[in-house]
């Protein structure tokens, strides 16, 4: 059994909107900083959110500032990326990740010990 999975992914015009969840499977993900990440075709991948579990607080790349939203639903051992008002420049594979370096480990993707196998996203007309 994979440690996360992501799911929720699919096509949605621009402005549109998504959710992505996160499943966790031995560990308790509500003990971790975890991240969400994307991936565009021909680039980098790069950070989106991190959330950290003292205070449940988050941090967004300024790309998403203001649109996305990362929550959690600790009954379920989940987590969520709410995206809303969504751009072409959004499609991706988008991954959840756990980072073995806490806070320290936010949006680098090298302190991240559990990676999911993504879910895409398409953003087009």
């Known amino acids: 059994q994979l440690p996360l999975v992501e799911s929720g992914g699919g096509s949605v015009q621009p402005g549109g909107s998504l959710t992505l969840s996160c499943v966790a499977s031995g560990f308790i993900l509500d003990y971790y900083v975890m991240m969400w990440f994307r991936q565009a075709p021909g680039k980098e991948r790069e950070g989106v959110s991190c959330i950290d579990p003292s205070d449940d607080s988050a941090t967004y790349a300024d790309s998403v500032k203001g649109r996305f939203t990362v929550s959690k639903d600790i009954a379920k051992n989940m987590m969520h990326l709410q995206m809303n008002s969504l751009k072409f420049e959004d499609t991706g594979v988008y991954y959840c990740?756990?980072?073995?370096?806490?806070?320290?480990?936010?949006?680098?993707?090298?302190?991240?010990?559990?990676w999911g196998e993504g879910t895409p996203v398409t953003v087009s007309a």
């Open positions: 990740a756990r980072s073995y370096r806490g806070t320290r480990g936010c949006f680098d993707a090298s302190a991240m010990d559990y």
